[in-house]
């Protein structure tokens, strides 16, 4: 086995030696790992059976999409899944962004105030809301905008939230996972804790959780801490790699019917929108989720630990508990950045022999270099890398389809981190 991967791949055997090392003392973590999975697999299921999902649900509509059983029934597993009222997925969603510029949009209105209270949000939606001034940006609608930072360490400042919500205030928004930056991620307890003084402040303030990269995870989500709407993006977590396309948004029921209208038309609402032939994926992508999430969330633990005992800062360490697929390892220069993501596309199954190079993406604010080799195009539920090449060089690792491929992957990094020079052997 261990020459085979020497072989096949040109690694070389003391890092394949390391890496099974790291992996045996990892024994602990993984179980717990798989337990979570075990438990949020039966919850799919279960909601799968309690919705009745039948054939015919697998199928899809054309044109306009009326009675569309197949993405009604998927709304109500989606809705039982995160313990909501209602839910709303769908294809036409394009992404992430599209599904939170929806959320945000469905419940603000002109003369409101979005308050984040996690600080600074994901580098897409400083457009959508106008921080960096964007065509269209809920700033354009007279929505205005202000935030609360984390604390130095990283937890809510509940003490400024409650002293910040003002009588505009109309949506608390939170990010539960890191994104591009070097804070730790909020796990569901801390969110609720968070929740709880928004609405002892002010309970007529929606509180909006942006889930990316956290569904499965742990075994509750925001919306059981008290969020009143959460939305997400089904080629990351939710879609278990086989979604092709698609967001989803999850909540009260209100919420749901604001964010309906915004998506098509108001009059028209949830009861239009063809699925084409996409349901079929989406119910399979939903059922695997947990376990691929679970081989995700592996291969962070596995990147964190070898890369501590290398001695590089990563966030989160292993003595942190996780609520988000997100790895950041600061790898402090830009060769080390990109001799990382050459790393992860080297071990993809598609597109395994192009060289990652940084570039000017729509949306963020420095150059990004981004390493993936997915079958479906830029979804980082799999094996993937991103990295803004800006200071302190942090590489943002997420993904992996399956627990063996992502580790060759990471093996993959760290082999040509040796080969460049950047790190000796001696560090292995
Ligand atoms: C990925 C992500 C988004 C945006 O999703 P896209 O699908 O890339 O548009 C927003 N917020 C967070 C925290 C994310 O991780």
């Not at 130095?152 to 002293?163: H, K, N, Q, S, T």
Request: hydrophobic share 40%; charged share 20%.
């Amino acid at each position: 086995m261990r020459n085979k991967i020497c072989e096949w791949f040109g690694i070389d055997e003391a890092v394949v030696s390391f890496g099974d090392e790291t992996e045996r003392e990892l024994a602990a973590r993984f179980t717990e790992i798989d337990r979570t999975a075990e438990y949020n697999q039966l919850k799919v299921l279960h909601a799968m059976q309690e919705a009745k999902v039948s054939e015919a649900c697998l199928l899809g509509t054309t044109g306009y999409g009326y009675n569309d059983i197949g993405r009604e029934t998927l709304e109500e597993v989606y809705a039982k899944v995160f313990g909501t009222e209602d839910a709303l997925v769908r294809p036409l969603i394009a992404c992430g962004t599209h599904a939170l510029s929806i959320a945000l949009s469905a419940l603000l209105r002109p003369g409101d105030e979005l308050l984040y209270i996690s600080g600074k949000p994901y580098d897409t939606l400083e457009e959508v809301i106008g921080i960096r001034p964007s065509r269209g940006s809920l700033a354009e609608f007279g929505i205005t905008y202000r935030q609360v930072d984390l604390l130095p360490d990283g937890r809510f400042d509940l003490e400024g939230i409650r002293r910040a919500i003002g009588p505009k205030t109309r949506v608390a928004a939170i990010q539960r996972s890191k994104g591009y930056d070097t804070r730790p991620s909020l796990t569901v307890s801390e969110i609720a804790e968070a929740i709880r003084a928004v609405k002892e402040t002010a309970p007529g303030v929606y509180v909006m959780v942006d889930n990316c990269y956290g569904e499965f995870v742990e075994r509750t989500e925001p919306t059981e801490a008290g969020a009143d709407l959460i939305a997400g993006s089904l080629i990351k977590n939710p879609g278990g790699g086989l979604a092709p396309i698609g967001g989803y948004l999850a909540g009260k029921k209100e919420c749901i019917e604001l964010a309906a209208v915004r998506l098509t038309s108001p009059g028209l609402g949830r009861e239009v929108g063809a699925t084409l032939s996409v349901n079929r994926s989406l119910y399979q992508g939903l059922f695997l989720a947990p376990c691929v999430t679970a081989s995700a969330l592996k291969a962070a633990v596995f990147a964190a630990a070898l890369y501590e005992k290398i001695g590089f800062a990563v966030s989160p360490d292993n003595s942190r508990p996780r609520t988000d697929i997100i790895q950041a390892v600061t790898l402090r220069t830009p060769e080390a950045v990109e001799a990382f993501c050459r790393g992860i596309q080297q071990a993809a199954p598609v597109d395994s022999f192009v060289t990652p190079e940084p570039w000017d993406m729509p949306g963020y604010d420095s150059p990004v270099i981004m390493a993936a080799g997915a079958f479906v195009s830029g979804a980082s539920i799999e094996l993937s890398a991103d990295a803004p090449m800006r200071d302190p060089y942090a590489v943002y690792f997420q993904g992996g389809l399956t627990w063996p491929s992502a580790k060759l992957g990471i093996l993959m990094t760290v082999n040509n981190l040796l080969r460049e020079g950047i790190i000796g052997r001696q560090q292995l």
